[in-house]
């Protein structure tokens, strides 16, 4: 049970993510969609294989084992985001509410004010993000499986902690400026 838990979120997410604030933790409950690097460059070339309005998009390549037809997740932990920054405007302007991944991203204070939220996951906690997963259904597998978007159902995902709202409000920022104070503190010296 998580003590802190702010709100349990539906997929497809609607204007409720813009009332989220930098700190709160919620999880999620629903559909997400895996992407990284390539999937993203795909996204941008032609028309997802999804639909993203409201979706959420997860900065994962999840390793799966197919058991007679049926995908299995058994790794499923959050890939750094930043390396996503570049390519991650297009895609929001299709109507994706939230992006799920680790380290956060230099841009998501600007290009996520008005529209959405950036999420934190633990990372090297593959495992555990898997045991949310109840079903998988991969596409664009020829990526390779890393690199495919995985179309996930999960139950009960979290604890996300909300590091960028869509207000502009970071959490990285808050520890960046702390952390360089603190420093010019103790170089005064």
């Not at 709100?7 to 204007?15: A, D, V, W």
């Not at 409720?16 to 460059?41: C, F, P, Q, S, W």
């Not at 309005?53 to 985001?81: M, Q």
């Amino acid at each position: 049970m998580i003590e802190r838990l702010t709100e349990r979120l539906k997929t497809p997410l609607g204007e409720e993510v813009l009332k989220l604030r930098a700190g709160d933790i919620v999880e999620l409950n629903g559909t997400i969609y895996t992407a990284r690097d390539r999937a993203h460059m795909k996204m941008i070339e032609k028309d997802a294989p999804v639909e993203l309005e409201g979706a959420v998009i997860y900065h994962c390549g999840p390793l799966a084992i197919n058991e007679d037809g049926k995908w299995r997740v058994v790794s499923a932990g959050p890939t750094t985001s930043e390396r996503m920054a570049h390519i991650t405007e297009p895609i929001l302007k299709r109507g994706v509410r939230a992006i799920v991944g680790k380290g956060g991203m230099s841009t998501a204070p600007e290009i996520l004010r008005g529209r959405g939220v950036y999420l934190s996951f633990c990372g090297g906690c593959g495992a555990l993000a898997a045991s949310f997963v109840k079903r998988a259904v991969p596409h664009w597998l020829e990526l390779g499986m890393a690199e495919a978007m995985w179309e996930l159902i999960v139950e009960g995902f979290g604890p996300l902690i909300v590091s960028v709202d869509s207000t502009g409000n970071s959490l990285y920022e808050e520890v960046r400026k702390t952390s360089k104070q603190r420093l010019d503190e103790l170089t005064r010296y």
